[in-house]
């Protein structure tokens, strides 16, 4: 039975959902909690480390290609496996004592646990991106990884914002364990759901596919460089996925301590900055698929990157009159926040509709995964620093500093969209 378009939505859907749930704890909360009990920001920024995975999951990802690329079953295999793990990891952190976090020790064991936590999510995202390459059509694609831009972003309101105000009424133990529950909840359609009559169109010989068991894993690497290096369009963009997310590896570890720092508590963080925010992303991603049907895919790419260095510069603007001593207003700040999220949603909409279109279809987990891991090894190497950066210039010249970086680096969008050839550029 072939899947409907609907049907196709809702599984991936849930994918994100409960891959964005850990994810979201995080990245939004784990700052908050570490810096509350006296962490310095550039260990904070040290914890970057942990999203290692999402940027080196390229490196396993044409083994779950080796086999879907005729099987498509087997990355729902692979799904529901990651997804069943990371229940019984969120499980056993709900018995860690959070109380201990300043003990070199625990600090080691929490470390590791939310390190195999990443690993299981980006090899859950692979899969998920496979699937997603194979299954929706041209046309669906911006819908589709609209429908991943809501799961992941509703994994973070959960994971981040829900998780810092549960915290004061269910403690560690009982909001670890409603996230374990979602993980379960959002396994229930990949589990139910028969993939191979979806996709014979899809099957390849095994001749005309680089990730067979003769082929050795040097072999393949040099053949998705090659792809990559090909011709100048793909040079560029190459570029563009290195550089886009610069900013945001710069400033990722910063935000949310200087909102501690100014004086907001875990409940502000995590309603009105978390989880408004991750509610406002879901509207711009809503909005950035509108206009898409309007804007060529490239110049929206400029135009959604233009808006997101916008919202930084009302963050620059913020740090400079904390530094000053003036009074912030928290509206200030919660406005600022949703800016940055809703920007962000829309970037992150167009990026990946991209990246999908450059991902071969017999390459499809490989392909998705090598961009994003660009994007998350930029990203992940410059939170783990950015900590040090910002202490040493505080928060008001370091955020500028990001800002005039980032209009910098907009040239190479510029450069890709004049090479950018009709197939990626065409309004659809």
């Known amino acids: 039975m072939l899947l409907t378009a609907r049907q196709t939505y809702l599984l991936l859907f849930s994918l994100y959902w409960a891959q964005g749930l850990p994810v979201g704890f995080m990245t939004h909360a784990l700052p908050v909690i570490l810096r509350s009990q006296g962490v310095s920001l550039a260990h904070i920024g040290g914890f970057g480390v942990l999203m290692a995975p999402w940027a080196l999951k390229v490196f396993w990802a044409p083994y779950l290609d080796r086999y879907g690329h005729q099987n498509i079953e087997s990355y729902r295999y692979w799904a529901l496996v990651t997804q069943a793990l990371t229940v019984v990891v969120l499980v056993i952190l709900s018995f860690f004592p959070i109380h201990v976090l300043d003990q070199p020790v625990y600090l080691v064991i929490f470390f590791i646990f939310l390190l195999l936590m990443n690993i299981l ?7 998920t991106d496979a699937l997603a390459v194979n299954l929706l059509k041209p046309k669906q694609q911006h819908w589709g ?12 309101i959960v994971g981040g914002g829900v998780i810092l105000w549960l915290m004061d009424l269910l403690y560690w133990q009982g909001t670890f364990i409603l996230l374990a529950i979602l993980v379960a909840i959002n396994s229930l359609p990949i589990w139910k759901t028969q993939l191979g009559a979806s996709v014979k169109f899809l099957k390849v010989k095994q001749s005309q596919s680089d990730f067979s068991h003769s082929t050795s894993l040097k072999q393949q690497f040099k053949n998705y460089f090659r792809y ?35 004086g907001l508590s875990f409940s502000q ?31 929206a790419l400029l135009f959604f990157t233009l808006l997101k260095l ?16 003036y009074i912030i207003t928290t509206w200030w700040i919660y406005l600022a926040n949703a800016l940055e999220d809703m920007f962000a949603a829309m970037q992150l909409l167009i990026m990946l509709t991209l990246v999908m279109q450059y991902s071969r279809q017999q390459y499809a987990g490989t392909d998705f995964s090598f961009q994003v891991s660009v994007m998350a090894f930029v990203s992940g190497a410059l939170y783990s620093l950015s900590g040090l950066f910002a202490e040493r210039l505080g928060y008001s010249d370091y955020l500028f500093c990001v800002l005039v970086l980032g209009g910098v680096l907009l040239w190479p969008i510029i450069s890709w969209i004049k090479k950018a050839t009709p197939k990626y550029s065409d309004v659809d």
């Open 228 to 262: 990559f290096t090909k011709n100048k369009e793909l040079r560029i963009w190459l570029v563009v996925l290195i550089t886009i997310k610069v900013t945001d590896g710069l400033s990722g570890a910063i935000l949310k301590p200087l909102m501690v720092d100014i």
């Open 145 to 156: 990884n609209f429908f991943q831009v809501v799961g992941s972003r509703l994994g973070f």
């Open 121 to 127: 999510g980006a090899t859950q995202d692979i899969a």
């Open 310 to 325: 916008a919202s930084l510069a009302v963050f620059a603007f913020i740090a400079r009159c904390y530094a000053q001593g």
């Open 269 to 299: 963080i995590g309603i009105y900055v978390t989880m408004l925010g991750a509610m406002v992303a879901l509207l711009g991603a809503a909005f950035a698929s509108y206009l898409l049907k309007y804007l060529s895919r490239s110049y």
